[in-house]
């Protein structure tokens, strides 16, 4: 019985049976494969092409649509888009000078902060995750701009907060105007 490991390889570029081709040291036939390739990759560039055309054509496309909707089928108004301001003082709007998203768990993650800003002033640093913001439970960062959005600007709040380490910490904040 013959080992087939023991047996001895053919060197690349000769026949099985120990002969050399006659034709010289290349192959003695194309090979079938490449003008497969070449097709494919021929294919690839004109869908590519192909896709290309259609996505830019498209997105002009979707735009002019848009700017039909807004102006009602006819010439944009300006005038239309802008309310006029009513009289009196004027809602202040609060921000905690924040950028927060959703956490794995209940929470919102601070991945920015403005400085200067409240934020940065109470302490806050970024990868803290805010769990209560006053009496509200922040579960996700939706509900953060929610409890932000009713808090008065230049009260304080506190704010129940878990750090990086593991620590919880209790932290009092003064949302300031958003200009």
Do not use: C
Request: hydrophobic share 40%.
């Amino acid at each position: 019985m013959e080992h087939t490991a023991l047996r001895p390889k053919p060197m690349p570029g000769q026949e099985p049976g120990g002969a050399a081709p006659a034709t010289g040291p290349g192959p003695s036939r194309p090979r079938p494969h490449a003008a497969r390739r070449r097709g494919r990759r021929l294919l690839n560039v004109l869908l590519a092409g192909f896709t290309g055309a259609v996505l830019v054509l498209s997105g002009i496309g979707l735009g002019a649509m848009g700017t039909t909707v807004l102006g009602k089928g006819g010439r944009p108004e300006p005038r239309a888009w802008h309310t006029p301001p009513l009289p009196g003082p004027s809602p202040a709007a609060a921000t905690l000078g924040v950028q927060v998203m959703d956490a794995r768990k209940p929470g919102a993650v601070v991945v920015g902060l403005h400085v200067p800003g409240p934020a940065q002033a109470a302490g806050l640093v970024r990868g803290d995750v805010l769990l209560a913001f006053g009496t509200t439970r922040i579960d996700t960062a939706a509900d953060l701009v929610r409890a932000v959005a009713r808090a008065r600007p230049g009260s304080e709040v506190r704010l129940t907060v878990r750090h990086r380490s593991g620590g919880y910490e209790q932290l009092t904040l003064v949302p300031a105007v958003a200009a």
